[in-house]
């Protein structure tokens, strides 16, 4: 997978040369380069931002950048790559987008500031690309950066070879429409506090249904929206009852 990557902060993806992203990128399964938007201004100043139009508080980023920045990454005689804007006014990112994501080609982010990117380049690249404005939850940050670490984390782990145990990714919260029963490790006690008897008994069929039933829980106290969109058929006799 090709990663591209546009901002006015790069230096705020200088944790990507870190962990497993690291280790993708290294190894070629990840081939990633951040852009620095100002490359694409031509005054001395390297101007990005000018005042909203019908006022308002605030800057607005300036297209002109932006339309050169996404012409360089996206030329129009090489296959396009899926643009994806952080914004609040996005739509949710879930770790279906995440699945979905994992198995395109080329991602092209571009990183807003101030009040957001003048809507003409998410138009204008909309006649030549697949554009996604994408938002992490109903919370206000102050760019598009933070947004792109967590999307780009949550993509990377899903690519082949990536995770050393991909075993891990059928287990996990999200990824079986349930949230991640309690985990624990050595010692068996600790402070006093035991580990549940049952992940100690080798009963590797008691252990999964006391994981299910702990998700089962856990999901209805925290999460009782994700219960809706659970597939009955998928819940044994025993949840049923529980
Ligand atoms: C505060 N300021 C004026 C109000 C509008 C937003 C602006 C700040 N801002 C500029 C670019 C930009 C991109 C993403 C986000 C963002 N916030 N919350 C999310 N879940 C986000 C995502 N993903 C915020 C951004």
Redesign the pocket.
Known sequence: MRVDIVSIFPEYFAPLDLSLIGRARANGTLRLAVHDLRGWTHDVHRTVDDTPYGGGP?MVMRPEPWGEALDALAPAELTPPRLLV???A?VPFTQAMAHELAAEPHLLFAC?????IDQRVLDHAATRMPVTE????D??????EV?VLVILEAVTRLLPGVLGNAGSLTEESHAHGLLEAPMYTKPATWRGLPVPEVLRSGDHGRIARWRRDEALVRTGRRRPDMLTGLDPQSLDKRDVAA
């Open positions: 605030g952080p914004s609040p996005g807003g500031r101030y009040e957001g994408v938002s992490l939850g919370y206000v940050l102050f760019g598009g947004a």
